[in-house]
T-cell receptor, first 118, second 114 residues
């Protein structure tokens, strides 16, 4: 069972509001990711982090920002929500399978946050 | 650059039929990992299998089997005797070299009718 948690699961918010989507993992993974996905559609990488104080933008341009102050925590913030931000946001992490091994684990996903901006 | 192609957008079968989901990948790296995930209607992604580039053995897990062929850069997924509970979107993914970032295909929606 994956130890990665996202809150809230569902969020309905008005246009112009600032929101933060939380993501935490307890596996000690250094790599973390945020994907945006419309229901049943492809996953778009919007942000990723290779470790503390490391953040990069992904393939899909996003108005959101992220921070990585602690290994386990990778929150995503929208300063001013718009209806075009309505989507599902998935957080994931990955790392190495055991000490000294070069095997990369799969990405472990949280349950997602379904955001609706009205 | 790496790329994953799932050419089948949607597949519809009747229960108990066998179904194969195709996945073709592109990478210049010699070390890479391939994955399959299942996304049921509830939305979470469920990990199914990981295969690294040095292990071409096929794998079977219950009704699921995977065929990895480096010669054709394919990693296909077969469900034998499909069930309604198999209805979901299935994603193939690739992590290559040192980037760690999973690249996902567009997904294949599988609908199993009773």
């Amino acid at each position: 069972e994956a130890d990665i948690y996202q809150t809230p699961r569902y969020l309905v918010i008005g246009t112009g509001k600032k929101i933060t989507l939380e993501c935490s993992q307890t596996m000690g993974h250094d790599k973390m990711y945020w994907y945006q996905q419309d229901p049943g559609m492809e996953l778009h990488l919007i942000h990723y982090s290779y470790g503390v104080n490391s953040t990069e933008k992904g393939d899909l341009s996003s108005e959101s920002t992220v921070s990585r102050i602690r290994t386990e925590h990778f929150p995503l913030t929208l300063e001013s929500a718009r209806p075009s931000h309505t989507s599902q946001y998935l957080c994931a992490s990955s790392g190495r399978a055991g000490t000294g091994t070069g095997i990369i684990t799969e990405a472990f996903f949280g349950q997602g946050t379904r955001l609706t901006v009205v | 650059a790496q790329k994953v192609t799932q050419a089948q957008t949607e597949i519809s079968v009747v229960e108990k039929e066998d179904v194969t989901l195709d996945c073709v990948y592109e990478t210049r790296d010699t070390t890479y990992y391939l994955f399959w995930y299942k996304q049921p209607p509830s939305g979470e992604l469920v990990f199914l299998i990981r295969r690294n580039s040095f292990d071409e053995q096929n794998e079977i897990s219950g009704r699921y089997s995977w065929n990895f062929q480096k010669s054709t850069s394919s990693f296909n997924f077969t469900i034998t005797a499909s069930q309604v509970v198999d209805s979901a979107v299935y994603f193939c993914a690739l992590t290559a070299g040192g980037s760690y970032i999973p690249t996902f295909g567009r997904g294949t929606s599988l609908i199993v009718h009773p």
